[in-house]
T-cell receptor, first 117, second 112 residues
Framework: DTGVSQDPRHKITKRGQNVTFRCDPI?????LYWYRQTLGQGPEFLTY????????KSRLLSDRFSAERPKGSFSTLEIQRTEQGDSAMYLC???????????????FGSGTRLTVV | GEDVEQSLFLSVREGDSSVINCTYT??????LYWYKQEPGAGLQLLTY?????DMKQDQRLTVLLNKKDKHLSLRIADTQTGDSAIYFC????????????FGTGTRLKVLA
């Protein structure tokens, strides 16, 4: 297992288009997280899955955003009708329950950089 | 609410020590973390500290925690050019999701 994989690495899209990103977590990890990182900021939590259930969504996740994790394996994050403000790095992370602290087994992917023009 | 703050930039000469500071607001945080992010790369966990500790040393890294002032620092001894990166402090939420609350990041530049 090579860690958390994200695809694509980069995406340039025109405003108003829809985009979809994919995250493949570490295979035995049952928790999956999406974060967004804008330029000059730290990552901000978007949403969290335990297996296939989406258990928490940030208020940052507007109605144009939807995330899924069918069968509790890979996850997709779709943004509809993209806006320039959606330009950011989208990071995925996975971890395993019942990993204990200190870092709950968190592993981050390298991210998908989205540019909306 | 939850908030984690850091200074934006730090510049040091190679071989000197670097000290990166962080303040946080959630007094119930159990663990606090330092992550490193290099250009084009994901986040790499450097070290962590449990909230009942006040210091932790891990090779060139020393973490100091002042829980009363909610202040966390990371000291890098003998800083090298390869240490140039963005450093984030983070705390985990207490909600059970174990999501991270990250600081704004400190860009460390090491001058040869």
């Amino acid at each position: 297992d090579t860690g958390v994989s994200q695809d694509p690495r980069h995406k340039i899209t025109k405003r108003g288009q829809n985009v979809t990103f994919r995250c493949d977590p570490i295979s035995e990890h049952n928790r999956l997280y999406w974060y967004r990182q804008t330029l000059g900021q730290g990552p901000e939590f978007l949403t969290y899955f335990q297996n296939e259930a989406q258990l928490e969504k940030s208020r940052l996740l507007s109605d144009r955003f939807s995330a899924e994790r069918p069968k509790g394996s890979f996850s997709t994050l779709e943004i509809q009708r993209t806006e320039q403000g959606d330009s950011a790095m989208y990071l995925c992370a996975s971890s395993s329950v019942p990993d204990s602290p200190p870092n709950y087994g968190y592993t981050f992917g390298s991210g998908t950089r989205l540019t909306v023009v | 609410g939850e908030d984690v703050e850091q200074s934006l930039f730090l510049s040091v000469r190679e071989g000197d020590s670097s000290v990166i500071n962080c303040t946080y607001t959630d007094s119930s945080s159990t663990y606090l973390y330092w992550y490193k992010q290099e250009p084009g790369a994901g986040l790499q966990l450097l070290t962590y500290i449990f909230s009942n500790m006040d210091m932790k040393q891990d090779q060139r890294l020393t973490v100091l925690l002042n829980k009363k002032d909610k202040h966390l620092s990371l000291r890098i001894a003998d800083t090298q050019t390869g240490d140039s990166a963005i450093y984030f402090c983070a705390e985990t939420s207490t909600s059970g999701t174990y999501k991270y609350i990250f600081g704004t990041g400190t860009r460390l530049k090491v001058l040869a």
